[in-house]
């Protein structure tokens, strides 16, 4: 990207769910525009990213993970299928090899004989630096230097024909048929072909590691069936061979009557059916069924292994999710549970396995911590900004906050928060809708119902308190949550992000609806002795534009450095056991003994000048107190 494009590489990078693709030191022009094809065994070099953007190579230089060079490959892998079955066809029917097959076979390596070309322009990957390595004579002296360069000449050249070219004759022996097995040695592309595609998450892992088995299992029967077959044409006397026993002239039958023979005889011998139609007559055909019976033992354990790792594999979170309903069904009956909990633990059990692939707990706690918040901050973040607590923020808060949460989903009809718990979290509703329930006299009585963004349990956490409410699912909800040190801890270095959470919280507690306020009696004491419109964030404040004007903000705002102290007044002696309403007056603690004298007089409805703690010892000092203390004023 040039420096007059005008975007920054960040910007350019995000625009794109891949980034550009940059080399450290490059020359020439050649450009890749798609590399979305890589092989998974091909590691980019470090400083290096691969995406939608060009790679600049020497001239004639191919990169390896270029899209159209990957497509050359694959090409060849279906011409590697022919030649793996067409070299032990040839061998053991030989007519095939010097008439219909011979111009086919040599169009494959004709194509294979420009592969070996292409193999010279091919930049590599240096494993020392892990850099592409584009010069011309460094690529070539490392391909000739290899076992790669004589097998892929020696498998590719048409001996036979060459042969005809230099003597003028057609030569039928043997010799020529065993030159052509070389070709085998093309197979090792089909092995990095499915190695390729079994890393790569567009195909089934599955369906491709089946389909390399059939593979094998069927050139296993093919190459075992034409060698069977090519012992038979090479003994001495045919009538006593395997296939001469029931067909006397079978060499002089069709070539495809032969090879369907071979066939029955290989399947039949490697699935240990032994039907005895087809049975080895001579020494030599005994000696090569040992070996190969002995190769099906190896052969079956190969395939029967693989088939139950693809199969177990697949059912693995099917077993673990029954295994545990049923531990599930054992506990119940044991301890004798209601069916209505009973129901609710299964319906749990079966949440957390069905939102399992959503979470990913284990696949997102690998992740270095920048990826693991880029995610949070793409999936919740949005959510966060909208709830109440939250709007006006900082973004260093947002930041900060959104990572510190973690998702999970509930069935409908689960109680998330019990009323008068203890509080340890607060939630934020992503989707779903939840009631918020409170018990009078051992009845339940319904307050309100939420939906997202809005929060519950946030009054307990900030007021330190048991939970007021009880909150329970109306139907299949994901909500986000934050402990309450985690909350503390963001809070606590961030004095103006916790002034504009304060009064966020103050407006919404003067929103709540009566019932819910007659829940909370000292929620309409606070809000009686603070000024909560003189503490809603104003617009400079929003803005960051007037810091100045957070000095004249009333002292009941929940600074993270000073929290407000709780008492409880009393208007008598602690001598004195007298019944009063609710326990007392509760009171946040002023600045001085003055001044809680004067709160005391609004409170309690009369002056006092004595300050006792509930032991008889007179209060002195006011930053002595602590919370919760009960204080006799009289």
Request: hydrophobic share 40%.
């Amino acid at each position: 990207m040039s420096a007059s494009d005008g975007r920054s590489p960040l910007t350019s990078e995000m625009r794109s769910p891949m980034p550009l693709l940059y080399r450290r030191h490059s020359s020439g022009g050649n450009e890749i525009r798609n590399l979305a094809s890589i092989s998974s065994s091909l590691l980019p070099a470090f400083g290096t990213v691969v995406g939608e953007g060009s790679l600049n190579l020497k001239r004639f230089v191919i990169a390896p993970y270029d899209r159209r060079y990957r497509w050359w490959q694959t090409f060849l892998v279906v011409l590697v299928v022919y030649s793996a079955w067409a070299s032990p066809f040839e061998l053991a029917f030989r007519k095939m090899s010097t008439s219909a097959l011979m111009p086919i076979d040599l169009v494959v390596d004709a194509f294979f004989a420009i592969d070996i070309i292409l193999t010279f322009f091919v930049a590599y990957l240096d494993k020392s630096t892990y850099l592409l390595v584009d010069d011309h004579k460094k690529i070539a002296l490392r391909y000739i230097s290899h076992l790669w360069f004589p097998m892929d000449v020696a498998s590719t050249l048409p001996f036979q024909t060459l042969y005809r070219l230099f003597t003028g004759k057609m030569h039928r022996g043997d010799v020529f048929g065993f030159l052509n097995l070389l070709r085998l040695w093309r197979l090792r592309r089909v092995s990095e072909f499915f190695s390729r595609l079994e890393k790569d998450t567009r195909f089934s892992y599955f369906w491709t590691r089946y389909c390399k088995l059939i593979c094998v299992t069927l050139f296993a029967v093919h190459t075992a069936g034409c060698f069977y077959f090519w012992l038979a044409t090479h003994y001495r006397v045919s009538d006593n061979t395997w296939i001469g026993a029931g067909m006397p002239d079978f060499e002089t039958r069709s070539v495809w009557l032969g090879y369907t023979y071979s066939m029955y005889w290989s399947i039949v011998t490697l699935t240990t059916t032994g039907y005895g139609d087809l049975h080895a007559e001579n020494t030599g055909e005994k000696v090569f069924s040992i070996f190969y019976m002995l190769f099906n033992i190896g052969l079956t354990a190969y395939l029967i292994g693989n088939m139950t790792n693809l199969i177990v594999h697949s059912s693995i979170r099917t077993f673990a999710m029954r295994d545990a309903i049923h531990e599930i069904l054992r506990y119940a009956s044991k301890n004798r549970l209601p069916e209505g909990l009973k129901e609710q633990m299964l319906a749990h059990v079966t949440l957390k396995f069905k939102t399992a692939e959503l979470q990913q707990e284990e696949v997102l706690q690998d992740l270095p911590k920048a990826i693991r918040s880029g995610i949070a901050q793409h999936l919740f973040r949005t959510t966060v900004e909208s709830s109440y607590l939250f709007k006006g923020v900082s973004e260093d808060f947002i930041v900060q906050l959104v990572p510190e949460m973690r998702a999970e989903y509930y069935p409908p009809k689960v109680d998330i928060v019990i009323q008068n718990e203890i509080p340890t979290d607060f939630y934020i509703i992503v989707s779903g809708a939840v009631d918020v329930l409170t018990y009078k006299n051992g009845m339940e009585q319904f307050l309100s119902k939420l939906e997202s963004p809005s929060m519950f349990g946030e009054i307990g956490v900030i007021f330190n308190i048991p939970q007021p409410f009880t909150v329970r699912t109306k139907r299949l909800s994901q909500v986000i949550r934050i402990s309450h040190n985690h909350f503390k801890q963001l809070v606590e270095p961030l004095n103006e992000d916790g002034k504009i959470i304060v009064s966020n919280y103050l407006q919404h507690l003067k929103g709540l609806k009566e019932d819910e306020l007659k829940e909370m009696p000292f929620v309409t004491e606070l809000l009686g002795e603070t000024n909560v419109e003189a503490m809603a964030p104003t617009e400079e404040l929003q803005n960051r534009e007037a810091p100045s004007q957070e000095a004249n903000r009333s002292s009941m705002v929940y600074t993270p450095d000073k929290r407000p102290i709780r008492v409880v007044l009393h208007g008598h002696h602690p001598d004195i056991k007298q019944k009063e309403e609710n326990g007392g007056k509760l009171a946040h603690l002023p600045d001085s003994i003055e001044d809680l004298l004067i709160l005391a007089e609004k409170k309690l409805g009369k002056r006092g000048t004595t300050i006792l703690m509930a032991d008889g010892s007179q209060v002195e000092d006011i930053n002595a107190l602590r919370d919760n203390d009960h204080l006799y004023i009289f």
